[in-house]
């Protein structure tokens, strides 16, 4: 066993039933890896914590752009113009794979420092650039899933490029993460993002798609986000709907990640369920861009997988506290709405962020306080006498304050103190 570590404090552990519970104890960390859980036992003198500590795992994202990490509240338009004026003169920058591997540095340290460990996240077109970050990503300790954006169409034609070269592209990157996070032993993976079907012909999305069957490559895409978007959707596809699209592309399946599915129907909400297929609930973005309430608990009825995702820089906040916080306000309003019910607790929402997302893509040793798990773990010091709430969960979520970080640790090394 090489160097050891040990933390102590009030340990945010699973509950296996969907939440979290917190208890006294103490990790033993060696080789980037959680040995062993002592619960009741608080080391007199750990490496890190202590007895005011709180002591949880490091938050997983979702979904996020990148290279959007400048753009963060530009404000005044809805999706489909803040792409055009906003987001896409930022992404042109990628062009330069310089800029894409200084940005991407800074987001990771920026994320971390946030408390997020681990992340799904979108490139731009860019091959050479997407790759930058990529390695960006891989030198910050993250567990990260990457892709390059595939456009060919309804974009500046300096973000758009030919289907098969696209598909050729992917591939590729795909190829070569597995060698390199092989070669480096980092937590990483290329994933086939096509960006959302308006900016894909059928013949790049049926390419995608092929590609994510052949390689068994996880997917990103948007889906069903605005009004305005679902009404291209329909226009560009002859009425077909949005989520049938992707899955006549073959693009649907349990390592597919769609973001946003505020507007889907019954029907696309069951193909979603059918082929284990995940939506990545993004509430800061959806009211950032006034894009409507995502019903979280007609995706859950349905039976359709959830994640949940800051959508950088759709959605203003870094913090996954903060998403967090945004995803059970949205619920509140839905419920209050539809009268269905459906709130959700505190103690799922940290769920969420943390083993609850790395579960549902399919990371089963991330984000989580057991032994064998990865040691992405955040130690933790609260200025609110948490002890002594009625609900400790719901306020060490609602009176969270970043500047509680005291240390992010990923893979065991300490990359942030303040
Ligand atoms: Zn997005």
Request: glycine share 12%; proline share 4%.
């Given at each position: 066993?090489?160097?050891?570590?040990?933390?102590?404090?009030?340990?945010?552990?699973?509950?296996?039933?969907?939440?979290?519970?917190?208890?006294?104890?103490?990790?033993?960390?060696?080789?980037?890896?959680?040995?062993?859980?002592?619960?009741?036992?608080?080391?007199?003198?750990?490496?890190?914590?202590?007895?005011?500590?709180?002591?949880?795992?490091?938050?997983?994202?979702?979904?996020?752009?990148?290279?959007?990490?400048?753009?963060?509240?530009?404000?005044?338009?809805?999706?489909?113009?803040?792409?055009?004026?906003?987001?896409?003169?930022?992404?042109?920058?990628?062009?330069?794979?310089?800029?894409?591997?200084?940005?991407?540095?800074?987001?990771?340290?920026?994320?971390?420092?946030?408390?997020?460990?681990?992340?799904?996240?979108?490139?731009?077109?860019?091959?050479?650039?997407?790759?930058?970050?990529?390695?960006?990503?891989?030198?910050?300790?993250?567990?990260?899933?990457?892709?390059?954006?595939?456009?060919?169409?309804?974009?500046?034609?300096?973000?758009?490029?030919?289907?098969?070269?696209?598909?050729?592209?992917?591939?590729?990157?795909?190829?070569?993460?597995?060698?390199?996070?092989?070669?480096?032993?980092?937590?990483?993976?290329?994933?086939?993002?096509?960006?959302?079907?308006?900016?894909?012909?059928?013949?790049?999305?049926?390419?995608?798609?092929?590609?994510?069957?052949?390689?068994?490559?996880?997917?990103?895409?948007?889906?069903?986000?605005?009004?305005?978007?679902?009404?291209?959707?329909?226009?560009?596809?002859?009425?077909?709907?949005?989520?049938?699209?992707?899955?006549?592309?073959?693009?649907?399946?349990?390592?597919?990640?769609?973001?946003?599915?505020?507007?889907?129907?019954?029907?696309?909400?069951?193909?979603?369920?059918?082929?284990?297929?995940?939506?990545?609930?993004?509430?800061?973005?959806?009211?950032?861009?006034?894009?409507?309430?995502?019903?979280l608990g007609?995706?859950?009825?349905?039976?359709?997988?959830?994640?949940?995702?800051?959508?950088?820089?759709?959605?203003?906040?870094?913090?996954?506290?903060?998403?967090?916080?945004?995803?059970i306000e949205?619920s509140k309003r839905v419920a209050a709405?539809?009268?269905?019910g459906g709130v959700i607790a505190?103690?799922r929402?940290?769920?969420?962020?943390?083993?609850?997302?790395?579960?549902?893509?399919?990371?089963?040793?991330?984000?989580?306080?057991?032994?064998?798990?990865?040691?992405?773990?955040?130690?933790?010091?609260?200025?609110?006498?948490?002890?002594?709430?009625?609900?400790?969960?719901?306020?060490?979520?609602?009176?969270?304050?970043?500047?509680?970080?005291?240390?992010?640790?990923?893979?065991?090394?300490?990359?942030?103190?303040?």
């Amino acid at each position: 066993m090489g160097e050891t570590r040990t933390i102590s404090g009030t340990l945010m552990l699973q509950d296996g039933r969907g939440g979290v519970r917190l208890t006294p104890g103490t990790l033993l960390l060696a080789d980037g890896v959680i040995r062993r859980v002592s619960e009741g036992i608080i080391d007199p003198r750990p490496d890190s914590g202590g007895e005011h500590a709180i002591v949880m795992p490091g938050f997983v994202d979702a979904h996020m752009h990148l290279p959007q990490f400048d753009s963060i509240g530009i404000d005044g338009f809805t999706l489909l113009d803040w792409l055009e004026r906003a987001i896409f003169p930022a992404e042109c920058a990628w062009e330069d794979p310089d800029v894409a591997g200084e940005v991407a540095t800074r987001a990771a340290q920026s994320l971390l420092s946030f408390g997020t460990t681990s992340v799904c996240a979108y490139g731009t077109v860019h091959h050479d650039g997407t790759k930058a970050s990529i390695e960006a990503l891989a030198a910050a300790g993250m567990r990260a899933m990457v892709g390059q954006v595939l456009m060919d169409r309804n974009a500046p034609p300096e973000l758009c490029r030919g289907a098969a070269q696209l598909v050729r592209e992917a591939v590729s990157l795909t190829e070569w993460t597995r060698g390199f996070a092989a070669s480096r032993g980092a937590r990483i993976e290329h994933s086939i993002n096509p960006r959302f079907a308006i900016s894909c012909t059928p013949e790049l999305l049926s390419g995608a798609g092929e590609a994510v069957q052949r390689l068994h490559a996880p997917m990103q895409t948007h889906v069903s986000e605005s009004t305005g978007e679902c009404e291209a959707i329909a226009r560009l596809f002859d009425g077909r709907s949005y989520v049938g699209v992707y899955q006549d592309a073959g693009l649907l399946g349990p390592r597919s990640i769609l973001a946003h599915g505020v507007w889907l129907d019954e029907a696309e909400r069951s193909t979603l369920a059918a082929t284990h297929s995940m939506i990545a609930h993004c509430p800061t973005a959806n009211m950032f861009l006034q894009s409507g309430d995502c019903d979280l608990g007609a995706l859950g009825r349905s039976g359709v997988r959830l994640a949940v995702g800051s959508d950088i820089a759709g959605g203003n906040e870094r913090s996954m506290v903060r998403v967090a916080r945004a995803m059970i306000e949205t619920s509140k309003r839905v419920a209050a709405s539809t009268g269905k019910g459906g709130v959700i607790a505190a103690g799922r929402a940290w769920w969420m962020i943390t083993s609850g997302n790395a579960d549902a893509i399919g990371w089963k040793r991330t984000s989580r306080l057991e032994p064998g798990a990865e040691a992405d773990v955040l130690v933790v010091t609260p200025d609110v006498r948490w002890q002594e709430a009625v609900d400790p969960l719901g306020t060490l979520l609602y009176a969270w304050d970043d500047r509680w970080i005291e240390q992010t640790l990923v893979a065991g090394m300490a990359v942030t103190r303040r």
